[in-house]
């Protein structure tokens, strides 16, 4: 493997904007962050941050701002958003001929959505970085043992021994390295059409995403150069989280996951904090409520903040809040109840004036059979194919289906 080299990273403070405080931000208590990889005694960590400081960004701060701008079309109504990709992305899958053929589907799946609903479709990848996952448990069960569970390849392996399941921070250096090959397809396909593809993951190991923090060579604002789009996830939007503090600091457009769970209270203090200065591009939030909650918990939320002022991406994810386990244990998605979710979302978004910018969808690029619905007839299919690393991913035909339902 080769590691990291490059400049050190530079960083401007100063620059950063500071948070407009009308209507003032509540005070909010530091929250620790309990999905942060174990492993602050490793003797290495030290020296593999340092490395990473020094490497050369992922992302140009052209690229970013042109992504942010092409974001704020879509928040003035003028386009949609295609954020689709694998749950969780495997290192050993990121060689130039299957980086290119995902970004192939990505871009297929675009143009699908595309002609289905006459928009100009953006087309964001869960790809070049998405190695990490947050998790609700610490450990899981796994032939009557008790192990670590697993986080990603940037954290640990899905292998099910204790060895293979201990955090090894040495794990974030092949995923630079495997990120910077799924860039480059990414940027020869990018030649081929005006909408993209980008990239976007979330930014959950923050031994990872901060050491990549650059200065903008134009603005000197800081920029977080591992993607072009970070999120923040559910199980880490806090507005007292580190997470949520990384991705206010610096210029990328961001985005956020809503769930159920969220009050319209919390929603606003994440804008605030998230977009200051009421951009379009800046912010998009991603809902995630599930079928049997969105019509409930969404509309709150959506009138908040459009009373508030900020012009944020409406996407809908319509598969996290739907996931369900199988008769044999396994987790599954139905296709009818994330087509319900997402006409449940539009109809939200519809009912107070507002732009429905588009899906966020965890697809896989070949024929899995891990959601049920469409060429996926039953549960007893899903073993044909099961492969996802964590959770269960639509194929493309899926996906198409479901994009035919956006017109």
């Avoid at 899981?140 to 201990?166: C, I, Q, W, Y």
């Amino acid at each position: 493997m080769t590691s990291p080299v490059g400049h050190p990273a530079t960083r401007n403070p100063a620059a950063v904007r500071p948070l407009r405080t009308d209507p003032p931000l509540p005070a909010v208590p530091p929250v620790r962050d309990a999905q942060g990889p174990r492993w602050r005694d490793h003797p290495e960590l030290g020296e593999i941050t340092a490395r990473l400081a020094a490497a050369p960004p992922l992302v140009e701060a052209g690229e970013v701002r042109r992504l942010r701008e092409t974001l704020a079309s879509v928040a003035r109504g003028e386009g949609l958003v295609l954020q689709a990709g694998d749950c969780a992305e495997s290192l050993e899958e990121c060689g130039p001929v299957q980086a290119d053929h995902r970004v192939s589907v990505l871009g297929q799946l675009g143009d699908h959505l595309q002609r289905s609903s006459g928009r100009p479709v953006v087309r964001v990848g869960r790809l070049a970085g998405q190695f990490a996952k947050p998790r609700s448990q610490p450990t899981e069960r796994v032939e009557g043992r008790d192990l670590p569970v697993f986080r990603g390849h940037m954290v640990n392996s899905e292998v099910p021994t204790a060895e293979a399941r201990r955090p090894d921070p040495r794990r974030m250096l092949r995923a630079y390295e495997a990120s910077g090959a799924v860039f480059e397809a990414l940027r020869g396909h990018r030649g081929e059409r005006v909408a993209g593809p980008w990239a976007s993951h979330e930014a959950l190991v923050l031994d990872y995403e901060s050491p990549l923090v650059r200065a903008d060579p134009l603005t000197g604002e800081p920029l977080l150069t591992s993607t072009h789009l970070p999120w923040v996830g559910e199980r880490t939007r806090q507005p007292g989280s580190r997470h949520v503090a990384l991705l206010a600091s610096v210029a990328n457009p961001v985005a956020c996951k809503i769930g159920p769970s969220a009050t319209p209270d919390e929603v606003l203090m994440l804008c605030q904090q998230l977009d200051p200065e009421r951009l379009p591009g800046r912010l998009t939030l991603i809902v995630r409520m599930g079928r049997a909650r969105i019509s409930e918990a969404l509309p709150p939320v959506v009138a908040a903040v459009r009373r508030a002022g900020h012009p944020v991406v409406w996407l809908c994810d319509p598969m996290h809040g739907n996931t369900v386990k199988a008769a044999g244990g396994l987790k599954t998605r139905y296709l009818p109840d994330i087509i319900a979710e997402a006409a449940a979302f539009r109809a939200a978004l519809d009912r107070q004036g507002q732009h429905a910018g588009g899906v966020h969808l965890e697809v896989a690029a070949g024929g899995v059979t891990e959601c049920v619905g469409g060429p996926v007839t039953s549960q007893e299919r899903l073993t044909e194919r099961y492969t996802t690393l964590c959770d269960p991913r639509l194929n493309p035909e899926q996906a198409r289906r479901f994009l035919n339902t956006w017109a």
